[in-house]
Nanobody
């Protein structure tokens, strides 16, 4: 079965950087059509941040972040730079394979001094 596991969250000061990872298992990584990062802050709806396709094309909702993928390690990353308190949220990754979507359990990012 497909499993996505996020990691790398934690407490970071405003202006700092953080790299999130999403490790995929139970799937041939190259068969994933696209992977994306989303976040959900308390009391708010989940929002899309970035997507990377199987061909490594990328699209973003947030210019301070960079999405990348390492096919050799079945992992997608989200590099977060110049973080702000409003970036505080649970961050999720999602994989799309055909018409099916799979989500990870999320990793908490807290931006605070």
């Amino acid at each position: 079965q497909v499993q996505l596991v996020e990691s790398g969250g934690g407490l970071v000061q405003p202006g700092g950087s953080l790299r999130l990872s999403c490790a995929a298992s139970g799937i041939i990584f190259s068969s994933i059509n696209a992977m994306g990062w989303y976040r959900q802050a308390p009391g708010k709806q989940r929002e899309w941040i970035a997507t990377i396709t199987g061909g490594s094309s990328t699209t973003y909702a947030e210019g301070r972040f960079t999405i990348s993928r390492d096919n050799a390690n079945n992992t997608v990353y989200l590099q977060m730079n110049n973080v702000k308190p409003e970036d505080t949220a649970v961050y999720y990754c999602k994989a799309r394979i055909g018409t099916k979507e799979y989500w990870g359990q999320g990793t908490q990012v807290t931006v605070s001094s």
